[in-house]
Every structure is written in C-alpha cells, then in structure tokens.
C-alpha cells in the first residue's frame, strides 16, 4: 500500500522540512495491490471442485483497493474503501468426455466487490508533536481494526455441461450475482518512507455468504469468506 497523508489546510501554506510535517495529519489515502484468498468452502465449491479440473486455490486471484481514512482521535481513525478482484477459470469434466472423445469444456469466471466502512487503531502513536506546528511521523505504526460493509459477487459459467440424469451434454450458461453483508477484522502497519508517504503492509479477513439465484437451484449459497 502506499497512503499519502494530508495536513491542516493552515500548514499547507509552509513547505514542509525533511524530519517533520506541519501539524499532525487529519486524514491519509491509500491505494494498495492485495492477493485475495478465498476460502472456497460450501457446497458449491465442492461441487465445482469434484465435478471439474478446478482446484480451491485456483481462485486465488490479484485485487485492487482504494481506502480514505479520516483521524477522529490521535490514535483513532474512521476508514471507507472498496476493494474488487476477478478470476476466469478454464475447466473441463473430470470423469466425462463427449461421444467424439473430447473433453467436455467450460469457463467460470467470479467477480467480488467488497465496499467496507469500519475503524482503525494506532497500537502506538503515529508520531509526536515538538512544537504548536511541527509533527514527527513515527518510522513504523502497528494496527489492528475492524468493520462492515457490502458485498458484491458475480458467478457466470458458459460452455459445455451434462445431464446427469440423461449424460447428455449441452451447451449453456449459468449466471448468478447480488449483494450480502460483509464484516472484517484486518492488521497492519504503516511504515513511513519519505516526507507524508508510506507503504504499509497488512491482513485481513472477511465473512460474507451470498444467495444464488434460480441457475444455481440446489446449493446452500455461495461462501464468499
């Protein structure tokens, strides 16, 4: 992550020195690059998992997410941000092939959105005033913090599938998408690199479980921890 701190509107007025900022910060901006590691856990997943040459770690996949934090306390912040990944999985049967000897193929892709609002905790003081104006950054600020949001998912399957009542195979797409509460708990730290700019480094989990719509008719939702 890199976060960009902003100063009171007063010390914006003075270049700011090396070793210090003018003021203490009342706000930062983050955007960072993030590895999302779904549990692919429930009965959908085990579906997909037995049924075709998908793994659970295949939907493990590259994210993006912007954050906004505003100081309420000198060690408290509000924090808002959206973060959102995408996977696309080719596949095919495991234990079927078509009546040529081909393989039966298919592709699924996901999408997640993840819009969260919650709080931050300084576990040490990010810095300390020397004088009315002037404010040392601390090197490196642990964090902990936690908070909810909304969750957004799209499941779509295109290709070749069987009947397994008949083992006919056909052609066709299978869609599913909505929205469902999220929560998270998340730690970090913050380590200072040059004048207002940091590169943090943190974790977090997130819990949210998703409905499926008619397509996806059978399975207990979509486990999307």
């Not at 081909?102 to 020397?130: C, E, K, W, Y």
């Amino acid at each position: 992550t890199l976060a960009l701190l902003a100063t009171p509107a007063a010390a914006l007025a003075q270049a700011p020195a090396h070793d210090f900022l003018l003021g203490q910060p009342i706000g930062w901006l983050a955007v960072r690059g993030s590895w999302l590691v779904p549990e692919a856990n429930g009965e959908l997943f085990t579906f997909v998992n037995d049924q075709l040459t998908i793994d659970k770690g295949d939907f493990r996949t590259a994210g993006i997410t912007a954050e906004f934090g505003m100081a309420i306390r000198p060690r408290l912040d509000l924090v808002a941000g959206i973060e959102s990944g995408r996977q696309t999985l080719n596949s095919e049967y495991r234990h079927f092939i078509d009546n040529a000897g081909l393989p039966i193929t298919q592709t699924t892709s996901i999408v997640q959105t993840n819009i969260t609002g919650g709080v931050r905790f300084d576990l040490l003081s990010p810095g300390r005033a020397i004088s009315r104006y002037a404010f040392v950054p601390s090197t490196i600020t642990p964090y902990v913090g936690g908070g909810g949001g909304f969750f957004y998912y799209g499941l779509t399957q295109t290709g070749d599938f069987v009947d397994y009542a008949t083992l006919r195979v056909f052609p066709d797409q299978f869609k599913s998408n909505g929205w469902s509460p999220s929560g998270q708990v998340l730690g970090g730290a913050d380590i200072r690199w040059w004048r207002s700019l940091f590169v943090s480094i943190e974790g977090r989990y997130v819990w949210a479980h998703g409905d499926l719509d008619t397509d996806f008719i059978g399975f207990d939702g979509i486990n999307l921890d």
